[in-house]
């Protein structure tokens, strides 16, 4: 009787336990969950495994990898990744980060010119041995773009790693919701719900400003050596696109990334829209004439004629976590009667 009743106080004391897990809600974010539990978060990432963060005392649970918290020491193999540690203030554990033309961090720039922070190559090709030089505490990688091979090189090394798909999110916010779970390695959820709640009040202003006025139609593109490709419909473009008022031209192609096309369709599609957006993508656009060189058809369109032609400013997506800014650059272009004294940040006209 006894030992019955011993194993029932263990069942119990063992289910209070997990009870005492408190599931932390996303409120636009699809690919990551977090749970806070009594001295530890467990992260599920966007390969859906379970990271397990402790400080005091390392838990006995199942899990794919345990990272002791605060970390100290981060690799960022996306300039994205940079803009979610400026956020929380955490940018000072930055060890390395991913080979790009320019940083428009001073403090970065400024680190990797004195040695303090490294390049470690480019995120489909990093160097291997100067990361594990590095002994980063986490690696906070992009899976879908560095791709599989990157991914089992990290495994068979032991180089641990945070899988952080964000740009697959489906809405800007859930984007920018990606601070979330990034800030529980540094034990600071509460800094990171703080910054996403204040950039979300913003977005929802700058929505309700334009929210019944009449759509713009707008084509958002990468035209790169003469190929093109579109942000899919279901991709956090097209509901940048939707939440600065607008409406997307290429909203039937299914897909959360980058759909190709041809040039014919992308002059077809131009043709009826109000506003043109180049993507950036590593080589900037400075004129009209750049894409009109690529794509030649695009010089009879509306937005060509109409001189509503806009590309991303080379910093942009090192200042993702300012979607509020990014939004209301958008709504100003797409319904500039509203924003009369508004000075684009983000983007600008060509």
């Not at 209070?16 to 806070?36: M, Q």
């Not at 097209?238 to 192609?253: I, Q, R, S, T």
């Amino acid at each position: 009787m006894r030992k019955i009743v011993l194993a029932l106080l263990m069942v119990f004391l063992l289910s209070a336990t997990v009870c005492e897990a408190k599931v932390i809600e996303n409120k636009y974010a699809k690919l990551f969950s977090i749970e806070k539990d009594n001295g530890y978060y467990i992260v599920k990432d966007s390969l859906n495994r379970t990271i397990v963060l402790w400080k005091d005392k390392k838990p006995s649970i199942k899990a794919d990898l345990f990272v002791k918290i605060p970390v100290k020491r981060v690799v960022a193999l996306s300039t994205t990744f940079v803009s979610y540690l400026e956020a929380i203030d955490c940018q000072d554990s930055i060890v390395g980060v991913v080979s790009t033309k320019k940083w428009y961090f001073e403090d970065i720039e400024e680190k990797i010119k004195n040695g303090e922070i490294i390049s470690v190559g480019r995120a489909r090709s990093p160097d291997y041995e100067r990361i594990l030089s590095l002994n980063p505490d986490i690696v906070l990688i992009h899976p879908r773009f560095a791709g599989n091979d990157v991914i089992k090189k990290f495994d068979s090394l032991g180089i641990p790693y945070v899988a952080c798909d964000a740009a697959y999110e489906g809405h800007p916010l859930g984007r920018l919701e990606w601070v979330k779970p990034i800030s529980t390695f540094f034990d600071k959820l509460d800094k990171a719900e703080d910054y996403f709640n204040s950039v979300e009040g913003k977005v929802i202003e700058i929505q309700k400003m334009v929210e019944g006025e009449e759509k713009t139609n707008v084509v958002y593109a990468l035209v790169l050596k003469g190929r093109v490709k579109v942000p899919g419909m279901d991709s956090y473009h097209a509901k940048l696109v939707e939440m600065a008022g607008g409406n997307y031209m290429f909203k039937d192609l299914y897909g959360t990334g980058y759909v190709a096309v041809s040039a014919e369709e992308l002059i077809n599609r131009a043709a009826n829209a109000d506003v043109f957006i180049e993507i950036y993508m590593g080589s900037p656009i400075e004129s009209k004439d750049e894409l009109i060189q690529q794509v030649p058809g695009l010089a009879e369109t509306k937005p060509f004629k109409e001189d509503r032609v806009y590309t991303m400013q080379p910093w942009f997506w090192q200042r993702i976590h300012k979607m509020d800014k990014i939004i209301e650059d958008l709504a100003a272009i797409l319904h500039p009667e509203l924003f009369p004294q508004h000075e684009l940040t983000m983007f600008k006209k060509i």
